[in-house]
């Protein structure tokens, strides 16, 4: 009887193929399914000693001989992480569009992150390039905004993109792009709006190599894994700002891969009465809030939409980051990382307490200001009325003991 396979994520330095002593048999055999994730051991143009990371499907003995060679970084299952909307989606009757890529979110809504106008006076996104990592787009929708799209990949097919897999990328993308930037189209979520951190993270790098500004992935699981890390460092190391939404499960916690450093985590606030959306995820450490309640999009079809989530509050992020690196019309081209910087260091103070709200609702107009050099000191914010309601407190880590540890025990 064949030994039972398990689909992982192997991380590694890059060695000389005749140094390896684990990976050399698994990547001969084609039933192992190998796929690169962040770069190959096999291009040349990767450095020696550079991390490369890669999926397989391996047995026991064979996670044992990865975990044991000299250039393992980590051997992991692959996790997976899921959409973050809230139901329901209300279509908008009566809505018109005047013209194709007039629309941008309502003035209320642009108005909460002091951004209202800011399009009309060139903070467009101009010379940016914004890729959303979801379940793709309809010709409907690519036909009535008229994106440039740079380039597409289907992540769950590994072929191209051939338009929408999961609804959930319609709603997200006309929030994520400014209405003159560039479009790149990354379809990771399935039809049950699941997403593999290997497939988000081979997303992460094609959006980084064809030239992605920013990056949003509205979506969290409950999982770590160490290739959300490689990409997330990868793209940091090339100046790419990425936005995830913290999950919605009203829970003081941030979701993965929101949760890493250098990916910007999302809160979801009500404009309405300037508070934490109650559903979303929260931690002091967030990056801050933007809105996520009742917020304005579209569907498949093309018709304008009222829905729910740190789904939508994250691409929001990515909008007002690209919109202040705008690279033309006269502006400076901020670098994106240096944007939302000064997007979480200028935040207002809501009167939410700071782990439920973490850095503050964004203000990108003060957050241009403070960059320019021009920003007035704040006045001091008055300290929130305390709340009757008991302060939550983080639930304590679970003590288990790691799976790899459990399997060489059984082999034990």
């Known amino acids: ?59 026991e003995a064979e996670v044992a001989a990865f975990l044991d060679a000299h250039n393992c970084r980590y051997v992991q299952p692959v996790v997976y992480a899921t959409t973050d909307e809230v139901g329901p989606v209300e279509l908008v009757e009566g809505a018109t569009i005047a013209q194709t890529g007039s629309w941008r979110p309502p003035k209320r809504t642009m108005a909460y992150m002091d951004a209202d106008g800011l399009e009309e006076e060139g903070w467009d996104g101009t010379g940016v390039t914004v890729a959303v990592l979801d379940g793709g787009t309809t010709k409907a929708l690519k036909d009535l905004f008229g994106w440039e799209i740079v380039a597409s990949w289907d992540f769950v097919s590994n072929g191209p993109a051939r338009g929408m897999r999961n609804e959930h990328g319609c709603f997200v993308t ?24 290997t497939n988000t993270a081979r997303a992460v790098k094609f959006a980084v190599d064809n030239g992605a500004d920013v990056i949003n ?37 941030v979701g993965y891969p929101a949760a ?41 079809e093309a018709r304008i939409i009222n829905w729910n989530g740190t789904s939508s509050s994250a691409p929001k992020k990515a909008r007002v980051i690209a919109m202040g690196a705008t690279k033309g019309n006269g502006k400076p081209g901020y670098a994106p990382l240096k944007v939302a910087a000064s997007l979480r260091n200028t935040a207002r103070n809501t009167p939410e307490p700071t782990q439920e709200e973490g850095a503050g609702a964004w203000r990108l ?30 639930r304590p880590p679970r003590q288990t003991v790691p799976w790899w540890r459990q399997m060489l025990r059984r082999r034990g």
């Open 365 to 394: 107009r003060y957050a241009l200001d403070k960059l320019a050099g021009s920003a007035p000191v704040p006045e001091p914010t008055p300290a929130p009325e305390p709340k009757p309601e008991p302060t939550p407190t983080p």
């Open 1 to 59: 009887m064949p030994e039972e396979k398990q689909r992982v994520v192997v991380g590694a330095l890059k060695i000389r193929p005749e140094e390896r002593d684990a990976s050399g048999p698994v990547l001969a055999r084609p039933e192992a399914n190998y796929r690169d994730v962040i770069d190959s051991n096999d291009d040349p143009g990767v450095p020696l000693g550079a991390e490369v990371s890669f999926e397989a499907d391996l047995t």
């Open 174 to 197: 006309p929030e994520a792009v400014p209405i003159a930037a560039k479009l790149i189209e990354c379809v990771v979520f399935n039809e049950e709006g699941r997403s593999s951190a």
């Open 260 to 300: 890493y450093p250098d990916v910007i985590s999302s809160i979801a606030a009500d404009e309405t009465v300037d508070q934490r959306g109650k559903f979303s995820n929260y931690h002091e450490d967030a990056n801050g809030m933007t809105p996520g309640v009742r917020c304005e999009s579209f569907n498949r």
């Open 217 to 253: 992935f509205s979506g969290s699981g409950d999982s770590p894994s160490s290739v959300y890390d490689d990409a997330r460092r990868y793209a940091a190391r090339h100046g790419v700002a990425w936005t995830a939404s913290a999950g919605n499960e009203n829970e003081y916690r």
